[in-house]
């Protein structure tokens, strides 16, 4: 009993700090790359939805501050974000070494590898050996386009990027690219589900370029905003928000753990 009210003492705390740090702060502006279900996504009456959402919008209530989501192209964001048109970049966004060097990240959000999709019986693989004289989508800005570029094209495969991933999608389903890649839960999520995707496999792919956990991303420096936000994602995890909002989207999985 002592250890777990040690341990309800501290959340407390936590929550306690994060109130007096949103004194100063009424609202959250997010920067949000709509077209990538069932993270983040417009719904049919034109409000945001998606996993990522929902849990942006929870982390607000806890915090008490309003909550505005501002639409970008995803390589957009970070630039978006260092010009301070938002205040945080909540979109599926992978921690890397290289996005460490221009913002800084809250707390794990959740992880996913990355895959690849093909064709049934194409049997193909994400090396240069076996994607030669094939066609490679990925979209702009995503880490899925850094390996692509930096694995794959150097070796001559060509590697077509995109401004959204439902392009890319559109070409791989026209014959245009002969793979597409991107986060494999997305890909479940979205186009595997599709009347289109019982044609293709989803192929999980590893590489030290394709990192599994996501965050919030701020401003470099920012260190106000950045210990709002983590007191909001340890409050949504703390009375199960968090986990109502995991299983909506993915039933019993546990994408926070996924690795």
């Keep these: 009993m002592k250890k777990k009210w040690l341990t309800l003492s501290a959340i407390a705390l936590c929550l306690s700090a994060g109130s007096a740090l949103a004194k100063d702060i009424k609202e959250i502006r997010f920067g949000v ?3 990538y279900p069932p993270f983040e996504y417009k719904a049919p009456d034109g409000s945001f939805a998606g996993f990522d959402v929902e849990l942006g919008n929870a982390i607000c209530e806890k915090l008490a501050v309003k ?27 992978t921690v890397t070494p290289q996005r460490a060097e221009q913002i800084d990240f809250t707390d794990r959000m959740w992880s996913g590898n990355s895959s690849m999709i093909m064709k049934k019986g194409a049997n193909l693989e994400p090396t240069a050996e076996s994607l030669k004289g094939k066609v490679v989508g990925v979209q702009q800005g995503t880490i899925q386009e850094n390996f692509a570029k930096t694995k794959l094209a150097t070796a001559g495969v060509k590697v077509q990027s995109y401004q959204d991933q439902d392009q890319v999608y559109a070409d791989l389903t026209s014959g245009r690219i002969d793979v597409s890649m991107q986060d494999m839960l997305q890909a479940e999520g979205d186009f595997m589900k599709s009347p289109q995707g019982k044609d293709y496999v989803n192929q999980s792919i590893r590489d030290e370029l394709l990192p599994a956990d996501t965050a919030i991303g701020v401003r470099k420096g920012n260190d106000e905003m950045k210990a709002l936000l983590n007191k909001g994602i340890a409050a949504i995890h703390a009375d199960g928000t968090y986990e109502k909002i995991q299983k909506k989207y993915f039933g019993d999985l546990d994408i926070y753990n996924n690795k």
């Design 33 to 35: 790359d709509t077209t």
């Design 67 to 93: 909550c505005r989501w501002i639409v970008s192209d995803f390589d957009g964001l970070i630039p978006g974000l260092r010009a301070r048109k938002f205040d945080g970049i909540l979109s599926s966004l």
